[in-house]
């Protein structure tokens, strides 16, 4: 009897996009169009940290992107493009390494258009938490999808127009009036810098403390662990202790919001709290080089390059005029100065 050969050549091996457990539908409620869901992936082979890079991205892209998706190098970009449709895939997000340059193309399928940002710098999520004396990552922090802010890209050039639009439907949209504040956990902000061009691309983590009460008892709110009190005298010892007030000013100081609802244990609703940022990572700088039309093709919207070139032709240009009025200014002056020659031999 002859065997059937199975032939997986081009086959993309990628498990369901993560979904809630209560079925959530895939159309926006704010939009009514279909939920962002995203591949992050790669276009060439990629050394150790910016694979790491890569999964720390597919993290941030949580949960409505392929956590576990498997790439292989005869892959192309059509077989990608062939599994999105079906799995309601909206963005592509494509890492590429190359000898000079680290890239990252965010592509919206099937048609585009493709925005290439060229990464100056990066750091990776454990980077982060390495630094931080008390790193913070709870274990449901990734269950929602992050809030999306934009600084500085208020301009009138198409490219940052289309930079703009491209990552706010990156993620959900949110409606104020009906968003749960327990599922704004995460934040993720870019910052345009209009001098030098770069993008500061950061992923912080929302975290809300009540105004006035101390670390001390936030802790045993919290995690409902019996205190230490073998070296008190009273109970009351405890809440006492190294001063009631002098943990929790420093929450004071920072941003305030009075809440609607109660979020956790010890936020309650009507009360104020203060929100804490902390960064997790990864952290990226990056420029915007390149938009085109189609998806990785097409015609070329914006070319950084291109205006550079053009910024030195024209820099060429006036330096070259500039040269140029000298001379003529120079060879009038010698004329001057031979007419007065001639006037001063005419007198004697």
Known sequence: MGRFKNNKKGRVNVKPIAMKKNNQANVDHVTGDKIPKSFV?????????????????RKLMLPYTALSLKEKKRNTLRDFLN???????????????TASALSLRVARTPQGPTLTFKIHQYSLASDIAQSQLRPRCPPDLFKNPPLIVLSGFGTQELHLKLATIMFQNIFPAIDINTVKLSTCQRLVLLNYNKDTK????????????PVGVSRRLRKFVEKHEVPDLRNLQDVSDFVTKAGYGSESEGDEEGATVTLSSDIGRVN??????AVKLQEIGPR?????????????????IFDESENGDEKIAKKKQNEDSEEEEGEEGSEEEE?????????????E
Do not use: N
Request: glycine share 10%; aromatic share 4%.
């Open 198 to 209: 770069l993008i500061d691309f950061r992923h912080y983590s929302i975290r809300l403390q």
């Open 41 to 57: 992936f790669s276009r060439t082979k990629l050394p150790a940290s910016v694979k790491q890079l890569q999964m720390d991205l």
């Open 268 to 273: 309650r609703g009507s009360t104020k709290s």
């Open 335 to 347: 004329g001057e100065e031979g007419s007065e020659e001639e006037m001063d031999e005419d007198l």
């Open 83 to 97: 599994v999105s449709g079906p799995m309601g895939v909206t963005h592509f997000l494509m890492l590429k390494k």
């Open 284 to 300: 990226m700088t990056m420029q915007l080089v390149k938009v085109e039309e189609g998806l990785c093709s097409g015609g070329i």
